[in-house]
């Protein structure tokens, strides 16, 4: 039987999630063989090669918005966990305390800085290895204690130091005077205070100034001290992955959402137009004007402004005059770096990841078949 042709409005329609007032319907997807008779849906990487499309709408250092569209929600759904859990970044791991008399506790302030963002070099960062840290007995499969781990060295950690003493600010201060900043001298220990002391190679791959590793944010308060306190302590750097700890996650959130779609079934003119425009976000609907005295007609402008509140189904008047839905496989992606890579970068690292594992995954399934 020779294939079934598919009108580009068919082809539309099963690819739209229903969002109606009380329920959301067509949620499955249907592009699989064997659904629609006649008609071959048999994924092809030649179609997939042809039609996929990465389209960015904001790209800054920190913050990403781009679109992956045609794409299976499978798919998505593992780049945005790669994004938040696999792409390996540094972070401090180990806090040595020499002095700590501030009023923070040891663990609380080893906490603090372990969250700081770090920074540095991007050819540097890459050439740096994972740490072999040891296993304990009960996580140790030859039962022999712990297991050999690596010795600190140039190429899988980073030395970090942070000494801090309070003191009161010289000469008479004012009557009445109570600003710390005034009245003491390092009353507030930063992000910035924070020292990186280079060894070995890291001379070479983080060259000063603008390589050097350092916090993200200089401006993070990591504590508050009186005269007489001081912090004095050494921070050791390694790599992770999210999975292992949240410290390592490279971004702030990655997220995603479906591309809004609102069809205006029936003309909607005058005060109704206008109060259909305040249904939604600012820029989704504009307002046209028909003719020099005309009234005021509804018209879509920016679907991907919309949140898909639904407000317009609640209004009776807007009833069969409106349909809203979600294209299924239009996913619209939202990442914010931490500040170690810039933002559009992690989406690449999140392909060449996900390409990893498809390579382990086949060179498997060939071992298992021989």
């Not at 005077?177 to 910035?192: C, G, M």
């Not at 007489?228 to 996650?249: N, P, W």
Request: aromatic share 8%; proline share 6%.
């Amino acid at each position: 039987m020779a294939p079934v042709s598919v009108s580009p409005e068919e082809a539309r329609r099963r690819k739209i999630v229903g969002v109606n007032a009380e329920t959301v319907t067509h949620v499955s997807s249907t592009d699989f063989p064997g659904h629609y008779p006649g008609e071959d849906h048999a994924w092809s990487l030649e179609k997939f090669a042809k039609d996929f499309t990465v389209q960015f709408h904001q790209n800054s250092p920190y913050e990403s918005t781009f679109s992956l569209f045609p794409l299976d929600a499978s798919i998505a759904n593992a780049f945005r966990r790669i994004l938040i859990a696999e792409i390996p970044t540094l972070a401090i791991e180990y806090v040595f305390i020499h002095n700590n008399t501030s009023i923070i506790q040891d663990e609380v302030l080893a906490a603090r800085l372990g969250l700081v963002p770090l920074t540095g070099r991007l050819e540097g960062l890459n050439w740096m290895q994972f740490y072999k840290r040891p296993v304990s007995d009960e996580h140790d499969a030859s039962g022999g204690g712990e297991t050999e781990r690596d010795t600190a060295a140039d190429n899988n950690t980073v030395v970090l130091k942070l000494q801090k003493e309070c003191s009161w600010a010289p000469g008479q201060p004012k009557e009445g005077e109570t600003d710390p900043n005034v009245l003491y001298i390092n009353s507030n220990v930063y992000a910035k205070d924070i020292e990186f002391i280079p060894t070995g190679r890291q001379f070479k791959e983080f060259p000063s100034p603008d390589g050097l590793i350092r916090p993200v944010n200089p401006d993070i308060l990591l504590a508050k001290m009186r005269p007489g306190q001081t912090i004095d302590l050494e921070m050791h750097c390694v790599k992770g992955i999210g999975a292992d700890h949240a410290k390592f996650s490279p971004v702030a959130t990655a997220s995603y959402r479906l591309l809004p779609t609102i069809d205006i079934l029936k003309p909607i003119v005058g005060q109704e137009a206008r109060k259909f425009a305040r249904c939604f976000p600012k820029g989704v609907i504009g307002l046209e004007q028909e003719g020099e005295e005309g009234e005021v007609r509804a018209v879509v402008r920016d679907t991907m402004r919309d949140t898909v509140s639904r407000e317009c189904l609640r209004h009776e008047e807007f009833k069969d005059k409106v349909k809203l839905g979600r294209v299924r496989d239009h996913f619209i992606f939202g990442v914010e770096s931490t500040g170690q890579f810039e933002s559009d970068l992690l989406f690449l690292e999140s392909v060449k990841i996900l390409k990893m594992k498809c390579v382990r995954l086949k060179r498997s399934l060939a071992n298992v078949t021989r």
